[in-house]
């Protein structure tokens, strides 16, 4: 008899209940753990305090990244350099000790293999179509470039995560961003995210997880879709999931953790039926026109503050809402920002190349492909790149891209997070400016005062060598 | 757990929309190993400017926030709930929160209250000299004026809140469930043990 037709969302959700309580809660089954520094040293503790154990120590796998400091971690001996941070080397120290005394396998700093977790996991194969992946960070949802569905959670959830192997959750509402047609030359999937963002607000997804449908997903890289499904978080979406294909099943193939043989073969069998069927119905729908979407950036202190790099900075009585009225006032008070100033003529003094959302290989070789013979203009004061993984960083150096980026007078760092987040040394200075290819643009996010432009990996490394927001396709031909 | 049943007390007239969890607990706070002290660190930019309703003495150990749309968003850190919990806030009432910011809160015994806006309006303009009161029994929010509004609660939070459960605990009597589904796991994605065994020996 056939069922009423499901989106790819329901499809995985349903695979992975353990049991649903009258009210609607579902006991759901979690296939894959990804624990970091920073939000797991209060779960392993809760767990020794009430003497619990983990469930299956076998799918967790833990990685330091967020507070790692991205110069080098070893001599020219080989002997591994102190953290000189007291409390950042006390939480490296933590989970050091923490996961081989639970069982969980750990990935060392100074491992190739070590990167930032939502680079390691699709990398290492560990992140698979059709299953379910947390982690204790909110851009877990990049794993949904795959076709998981992957999302953020709390450290209690973490401590659950590890206890149960499950979590206890409602099912989320379906949310269809559609895009028709192709992106324009100079036009990346960052500037996808950022313009379906601006268009759908930080809080359009919330409560819903979003499928990423139409050609332009289709035609993407995995890496492309990684960011896309990175930032989901960021239209409130806990999760956002883009259908496996070829694409990814190509890019899997042969990784660490990934099937082999025969289980690859029922692996990929069954991962051929995870889209979405016809006549699924989703609760809400945004349509999106590829064609009309021109390279990116942000002006204020939210990620949904999103315009054309050819646009200007907005004035505050444009917008309709008299909250976001009062919003964007203090966003362009602290990010120093005159409405009517040309994007374009925005000086910016500090360049980052990295993160969860644009770390990878592809990230990388869009960049050098802009910064090739070309040196960071003198008023960028500092311009770093930083590897998604150890693994990314070996590949950039055997295509001779550290070379591109250091004589443009970047600097060449080892994987983390960064100045993402500003945990870690790399920070933003008050009152400066920084291009950043991260996801958040957040007040105080790079480092207290400082002030955060999003934008794609290609228009970083144009910002650097002219000293100001730049369109990329100016500089290119 | 503490159980969580009548909240009453001074509210802290926030009211901002979008109040991401970067400002809430920023990320150098999130160095500790341990639960307990993030209060010193709550909401670190805003206290940073004079006048602000942080350090109004008149709100000292206020149990309530009323906050704008959207509050909670960005970041998972749960250190923005311990934060709150350490500035001694109980409940945090707005139109509206971010998914993993209410999951976490909750997680926390911290009840978040979603009202209308022109509600949460209304209890901004009270808090600025009288106390709230919240009572999750009934789901009433309620002032000395005769305000009086009704909230929605998912009724397992309320359950665990009211009884000051562990969740973990609840699920680990669901063990048998659990096994159950591995074993049919096991038997219908083979692949997904494949690349674990050989890690778990």
């Known amino acids: 008899m056939a069922s009423r037709p499901l989106t790819l969302y329901e499809k995985i959700w349903n695979t992975h209940v353990v049991e649903t309580r009258d009210d609607g809660t579902s006991i759901l089954f979690i296939d894959r753990h990804l624990v970091h520094e920073v939000t797991s040293p209060q779960a392993f503790e809760a767990l020794r305090m009430a003497g619990r154990k983990v469930r299956r120590p076998e799918l967790t796998l833990a990685v330091p990244d967020h507070n790692l400091p991205t110069t080098a971690r070893i001599d020219a001996q080989g002997k591994r350099l102190p953290i000189a941070d007291p409390q950042s080397a006390a939480q490296l120290a933590a989970l050091e000790a923490n996961a081989p005394a639970f069982g969980i396998e750990y990935i060392d700093a100074t491992a190739p293999a070590q990167g930032i977790v939502h680079v390691v996991g699709p990398e290492q194969g560990f992140s698979l179509p059709g299953t379910t992946i947390v982690c204790g960070d909110s851009h877990t949802a990049a794993h949904g470039g795959v076709g998981a569905l992957a999302f953020g959670i709390g450290t209690s959830e973490v401590e659950h995560v590890l206890a149960t192997q499950t979590l206890q959750l409602k099912r989320s509402k379906t949310m269809e961003v559609r895009v028709d047609g192709q992106l324009r030359p100079g036009v990346t999937s960052k500037d996808l995210i950022l313009h379906i963002i601006g268009t759908i607000g930080t809080a359009g997804g919330t409560g819903h997880v979003i499928e990423y449908r139409g050609e332009v997903f289709e035609a993407m890289s995995v890496e492309s879709r990684l960011t896309v499904c990175n930032m989901s978080i960021e239209g409130g979406a806990r999760a956002g999931l883009i259908a496996p294909d070829e694409t990814v099943f190509a890019y899997l193939k042969g990784r660490k953790y990934a099937p082999k043989g025969e289980n690859w073969d029922r692996a990929v069998a069954w991962w051929k039926t995870l889209r979405t069927d016809e006549g699924a119905t989703f609760d809400k729908s945004v349509r999106i026109d590829a064609a009309t979407i021109e390279p990116c950036v942000t002006w204020g202190t939210s990620p949904e503050d999103v315009v054309p790099i050819g646009g200007t900075v907005p004035a505050p009585e444009s917008f309709t809402d008299p909250a976001k009225q009062e919003a964007a006032r203090k966003s362009l008070d602290y990010m120093g920002l ?129 000293g100001k927001l730049t369109d990329v396709r100016e500089l290119v031909d | 757990m503490d159980k969580v049943t009548d909240i009453e007390g001074r509210a802290i007239p926030y009211g901002a929309k979008n109040v991401d969890t970067d ?99 209304r209890l901004l303009e009270v808090a600025q000299t009288d106390p709230v009161n919240i009572d999750l029994e009934t789901q009433t929010v309620t002032t000395p004026f005769q305000d009086r509004f009704t909230f929605e609660v998912d009724p397992f939070r309320k359950h665990c809140l009211l009884q000051g ?37």
């Open chain 1, 338 to 466: 005159t409405p009517g100033t040309p994007m374009r003529e925005i000086p910016v003094e500090n360049i980052f190349i990295g993160s969860c959302t644009n770390s990878r290989i592809e990230d990388l070789r869009a960049a050098a492909a802009v910064l090739r013979g070309k040196h960071k203009a003198d008023g960028v004061k500092w311009a770093i790149v930083v590897p998604g993984s150890g693994l990314v960083k070996a590949q950039a150096e055997a295509e001779g891209l550290d070379r591109i980026f250091t004589e443009a007078g970047f600097e060449w760092r080892e994987p983390g997070c960064s100045a993402c987040l500003g945990m870690n040394p790399d920070k933003v200075p008050a009152g400066e400016r920084c291009a950043s290819t991260s996801n958040r643009n957040f007040v105080g996010r790079q480092g207290p005062g400082s002030r955060t432009h999003l934008v794609s990996p290609a228009m970083a490394a144009a910002a650097a060598v002219t």
């Open chain 2, 23 to 121: 400002v809430i607990i920023p990320a150098h706070w999130l160095k500790t190993i341990s639960r307990e002290g993030l209060g010193q660190g709550a909401f670190e930019t805003v206290r940073a400017q004079d006048g602000n309703v942080f350090d109004d003495p008149e709100l000292a150990g206020a149990p309530i926030l009323i906050a704008g749309d959207n509050f909670g968003c960005g970041s998972s850190r749960e250190h923005a709930a311990w934060a709150l919990l350490d500035l001694g806030i109980k409940a945090v009432i707005a139109p509206s929160f971010s998914d993993i910011f209410s999951g976490n809160a909750f997680k926390n015994g911290i009840l978040t209250v979603e009202l209308p806006q022109e509600q949460v309006d």
């Open chain 2, 165 to 201: 459960l562990d969740e973990i605990g609840l699920t680990l009597e669901r063990d048998t469930a659990i096994t159950n589904y591995e074993s049919r796991q096991a038997r219908d994605m083979p692949w997904l043990a494949e690349g674990t065994r050989e890690r778990a020996a």
